[in-house]
């Protein structure tokens, strides 16, 4: 399973240097693919997904990661299959992006970066992402709505019944045992597990706003809801309602679980919301390759077929 292959982990710290970083690397899906090489991106995806992954080469003009026999090229961060190479202006790029070990720091902007923003929200919402789902549905084992929910195995979450893709049912397990152990001697941790109303896991259904599937739709990633949330801001898009300049909101107006919560689930492959631009901070998703891609953990074990 997942988690053994991400069991022991050691934490580093990677802070964004610059707004200029900070507004490729997490405003722009397209140009913060260009951060890393993509055999680097690759190489780290074949590191988290050893069972899946069987080769990263450099074939046919472009690198490309083989999964089940099947070939999908980087095309610009696409990933695409061999069929859809020539069409690859039809679709956008996956994200790959510096994943920091603390909060990210909210960049102080001047008028024409707080409009140049905006414009890019524009410019996203009128466009929005069409990922070529190729490449998540070889690396999950699905091709429709149907064969995911055959994915699917029913389990608790801090007493919560959630469907999750089975491969990581022992993952999820890992990160409630972490969450449980700790909680006798921390007192804000007790308080917010015993304040949750609801863990949502798999729903068939697209990115809000987007035409992408949701990491949903695999039962890769798990909403973990409140029963209040404080007055404060979990989701961007709610956020975008009452406040225009939604991306400038500080942290203490935003709804947050306690640290020691989202480190259970980044020791063990999932990477939080809360740290995205687009920030949705009950979100929690199954991305080990963003977190070796930062350096934020590392996995103990020799890569195969190097």
Request: charged letters at 25%.
């Amino acid at each position: 399973m997942m988690h053994r292959r991400f069991c022991t982990l050691i934490c580093g710290v990677l802070l964004l240097a610059s707004f200029q970083l900070f507004a490729d690397s997490v405003a722009l899906r397209t140009e913060r693919s260009r951060l890393y090489a993509p055999e680097e991106i690759l190489i780290a995806y074949q590191r988290g997904y050893p069972d899946r992954i069987d080769r990263v080469a450099f074939r046919d003009g472009d690198w490309a990661i083989e999964i089940d026999d099947s070939w999908f090229y980087w095309a610009g961060g696409r990933l695409l299959p061999e069929a859809a190479r020539l069409r690859q202006q039809e679709y956008s790029s996956y994200p790959f992006y510096p994943y920091t070990a603390e909060l990210p720091p909210l960049p102080e902007l001047d008028a024409d970066q707080v409009e140049a923003l905006r414009d890019r929200i524009r410019r996203r919402e009128s466009n929005p992402p069409r990922r070529h789902p190729g490449f998540l549905n070889a690396l999950w084992r699905l091709d429709d709505r149907d064969s995911s929910w055959a994915r699917m195995k029913t389990t608790f979450f801090l007493g919560f019944k959630v469907e999750i893709h089975r491969e990581l049912l022992e993952d999820l397990a890992a990160v409630e045992e972490e969450i449980q152990r700790q909680i006798p001697q921390d007192a804000e941790l007790r308080n917010f597990v015993a304040g949750i109303a609801d863990a949502d896991a798999y729903n068939w259904r697209s990115i809000a706003g987007t035409a992408s599937l949701s990491s949903h739709s695999y039962g890769t990633a798990i909403d973990i809801i409140p029963t209040s949330y404080g007055g404060r801001q979990a989701y961007w898009r709610w956020a975008s309602s009452n406040y225009t300049d939604w991306f400038q909101l500080p942290y203490e107006k935003r709804f947050h679980p306690p640290e020691a919560f989202v480190r259970a689930f980044e020791n063990h492959g999932f990477i939080w919301g809360g740290k995205w631009f687009y920030f949705d901070t009950i979100h929690f998703e199954y991305r080990p390759e963003i977190l070796l891609l930062s350096g934020v953990k590392e996995l103990q074990y020799s890569r195969e077929n190097e």
